[in-house]
């Protein structure tokens, strides 16, 4: 049985010595410490788009109801109008939206201002990854106007 065995190639061992496990281990850190970093700046990237997707939606949807009302809704009724009718806005024909206002990609409300920054009409922003004015990379503000 010994000399089938040989004749076969092997040694008799079974498993892999500890030597083995750590050099696969550390070539499957160093892949990761590697692709990690860029595959979350993608997802950063991703919540970007959809955010200025969606703000495009608002926009759309802020539009419609401007051409059957005649004007923009205050910002204190905000982005609820498009889809519930306001008490004293007869010309109403909504809701402009088929579903429910969504939260930005990092579970934020849009906040929507009437009149908008630096004279425009109006704006709705997304404040980003931590939810407030301003920042860098997926904290950055995504805006109607950008």
């Known amino acids: 049985m ?3 065995r040989r004749a076969l190639g092997s040694t008799g061992r079974n498993g892999f010595t500890l030597l083995e ?4 281990i550390a070539i499957l850190g160093l892949l990761a410490a590697y692709a990690g970093p860029k595959f979350f700046a993608q997802i950063g990237k991703s919540r970007a788009q959809i ?3 969606q703000i495009d939606l ?3 949807a802020l539009e419609q109801y401007r051409i059957d009302t ?5 910002e204190a ?3 609820a109008v498009l889809n519930v009718q306001p008490q004293n806005e007869p010309d109403w024909h909504g809701p402009y939206l088929k579903k429910r206002i969504p939260p930005d990609p990092w579970g934020f409300g849009y906040r929507y201002r009437m009149p908008g ?3 425009r009409e109006y704006e709705v922003v997304s404040f980003g990854g931590d939810g407030t004015e301003g920042g860098e990379g997926e904290n950055a ?3 109607s106007w950008d």
């Open 2 to 4: 010994k000399t089938a």
């Open 21 to 24: 496990l750590l050099v696969v």
């Open 51 to 53: 955010a200025q997707a």
């Open 58 to 60: 608002l926009q759309k």
């Open 70 to 74: 005649g004007h923009y809704p205050a």
């Open 77 to 79: 009724m905000g982005l």
């Open 117 to 119: 920054t630096e004279g």
């Open 141 to 143: 503000d995504v805006r």
